[in-house]
C-alpha cells in the first residue's frame, strides 16, 4: 500500500531501541520508537523547528492505559494504517500546538512527537483558535482550522498526514455548531489530500480548565462520523488529572510546562503507534 507516491507501509517502531524510553514516560504504554529528529515548519512564525525531545522524569498514567480512544472503523482503513515514518505531516492546532509555556518550540508536543515518529512536520499552532473560534490571542482574525488548512492547500504542499488538535478554546460554541465546523474541517483536509490519514486530537488542559473541555464529546463523535481517527485524551481516564497536573501545569491553570508537553507527546505517540500495529 502507498501514500502519495511513498514507499510501503512499514512499522514506525523500534521495539528494542525504545523500551527504556516507555519504561520512564509511560508505564504499561506500547513501545515508543526512538527515530531521529525530524526537521518541520512552524506555519505560524514562518521559522524552521527541530522536532526534538527533552528528558523528563517518570510520568505514569493508570496502569493498562492505551493512550487513546481511536475509532475501529477508522483503524482498519487501509489509508489510516499507512503513516510512514518519513511520512510528511501537517499538524495545526491552538496554543498547545504553539507550545505555549514551553521553554521553546522545540519543546512542544507536536514537535517532540513528530521527532519520536519520524514525520516531516509543518507545525501550524496559533493560540486561543480551534474548529470554530477564529480570533488569535494576538488579536488576527480567520484563524479558525478551516482556513488554515486551506491556506496550506494553496500553497499546494503535500502531506501524508494530517493532525487536527484542539477544540479547548471552543467551550463557549453550541454543541451543533462545533460538530458542523469539525466535520467540514474533516471533509476540507480529506478533499485537499485525499490519500492522507487525517487524525483529531482531542482538547486536554490542566485540572483548573476543565470546564473548557465541554464540547469533548461532540469532536469526538463529529471526528468518527467524518472518518477520522480521533484520539481521546479524556480515556481511560483524563491524561491531565488530579494526579498530575500540578506538575505539568505551566502555572496559570491552562497551558503545560515542558514536562506536560512532553508527556503528552508520548501518550500521542502511543495512540499513534497502535495505528501501525
Known amino acids: ?7 510501503r507501509l512499514r512499522r514506525v517502531r523500534s521495539i528494542a531501541a525504545s523500551s527504556v524510553v516507555c519504561m520512564a514516560l509511560l508505564s504499561g504504554c506500547g ?19 527541530e522536532a526534538a525531545r527533552p528528558p523528563v522524569g517518570p510520568t505514569s498514567p493508570p496502569a493498562g492505559s492505551a493512550g487513546g480512544v481511536l475509532d475501529e472503523a477508522a483503524i482498519d482503513s487501509p489509508d489510516h494504517r ?11 492546532g491552538d496554543s498547545f500546538t504553539e507550545a505555549f509555556g514551553a521553554s521553546s518550540p522545540g ?7 513528530a521527532g519520536t515518529l519520524g514525520w516531516h512536520a509543518t507545525i501550524d ?20 482550522f478551516g482556513p488554515r488548512l486551506e ?11 494530517i493532525v487536527l488538535q484542539g477544540g479547548l478554546n471552543d467551550w463557549a460554541v453550541d454543541s451543533s455548531v462545533e460538530s458542523a465546523r469539525v466535520h467540514a474541517a474533516i471533509e476540507t483536509a480529506q478533499r485537499e489530500w485525499p490519500s492522507a490519514a487525517v487524525i483529531v486530537f482531542g482538547p486536554t488542559a490542566p485540572t483548573a ?8 464529546e461532540t469532536i469526538r463523535t463529529a471526528a468518527i462520523a467524518s ?3 480521533f484520539i481521546d485524551p479524556s480515556e481511560p481516564r483524563p491524561w491531565i488529572n488530579a494526579g498530575n497536573t500540578d506538575r505539568f501545569d505551566v502555572g496559570d491553570g491552562l497551558h503545560l510546562n515542558d514536562a506536560g508537553y512532553a508527556y503528552l507527546a508520548a501518550r500521542f505517540v502511543s495512540a499513534i503507534e497502535a495505528l501501525t500495529r
Open 1 to 7: 500500500m502507498e501514500l502519495q507516491g511513498k514507499t
Open 31 to 49: 513501545p515508543i520508537a526512538e527515530a531521529p529528529a525530524a526537521r518541520g515548519t512552524d506555519a505560524a512564525t514562518s521559522s524552521p523547528t
Open 82 to 92: 499507512g503513516i510512514l515514518q518519513d511520512a510528511a505531516a501537517l499538524i495545526i
Open 107 to 113: 519543546a512542544g508536543w507536536a514537535s517532540i512527537a
Open 125 to 144: 499552532g496559533v493560540g486561543g483558535t480551534g474548529f470554530t473560534k477564529d480570533l488569535a490571542t494576538d488579536g488576527r482574525a480567520g484563524l479558525d
Open 151 to 161: 491556506a496550506h492547500a494553496r500553497n499546494d504542499e503535500r502531506y501524508d498526514v
Open 209 to 216: 480548565s476543565d470546564h473548557n473541555l465541554r464540547n469533548l
Open 227 to 229: 472518518g477520522a481517527v
